[in-house]
């Protein structure tokens, strides 16, 4: 099956992501020839600097390709049917989900935030048994790993559950496996009272917009029952002072 990955930096992570270990070991840990690996640039101070790295990356086989989301932002809104005003503050935290979506060519995405990982002990089939859910559900919309090995968590949200996964509502932009043809749907006009459960600060975000969509279509989610995704929010302190003796751990923060 072809599969796009694609993961996204700004100011504030680029250094961490781009020139550390952390990125190649995500990729690998992922088990998969992909069509494409692709990097999207967003909000940075020095863009030529962070270009120069890279396309570094690019030569050593990190990555494919690089985008900057600024190129194709109205584009991809007015595609969507979207606006900066739609979105609100949601537009700084989901433009370069809804830039990479409509400019990706593969039948499969698999999204990872900057600041998520994968858990070093992942099963190695993970990613198959996400397409294949996927390839035999059009009601699974999006197939994600447990979050930070809360399985307890994810039992407890499910509807109904087999060998493999559990199925139920909810959607993370930390990470998702999603048909991208799904989500090249104008899909994000939708409003669910229980999407109010996100953060009042990210605005109408991708996230809050998707699981909307998803609730009022009585759409699931596939979690992955044998594998978990790690993630932590980056802080300045943490990004800058612990870099150097962060580059050689398998699962970086």
Known sequence: MSVTFETKVWENDWKLIM???RLRETINLCHYNFDKKVLYINNVN?????????????ENGIIDKFINVDEFSELALEYFNLNKNILGKGYYYSIAELVSIYLTETK???HF???TTLAHEVAHNWLASGIEVLNTNTNVKVFNLAWNHDYNAAKTESEYEDSECYYGYGFSDQMYLIRTADFKQRIYE???KASERYPRHGGESFEKKVDSWMRQNHFLRATFKHSSYIHHNFSKI????NIAVRLNRPNLF
């Open 19 to 21: 020139n550390t270990s």
């Open 46 to 58: 020095n863009r030529s600097l962070v270009e120069n790295t890279a396309n570094t990356m690019i």
């Open 108 to 110: 499969y995405l698999l």
């Open 113 to 115: 935030s900057s600041d």
């Open 190 to 192: 939708y409003y669910d």
């Open 238 to 241: 943490r990004l800058f002072n």
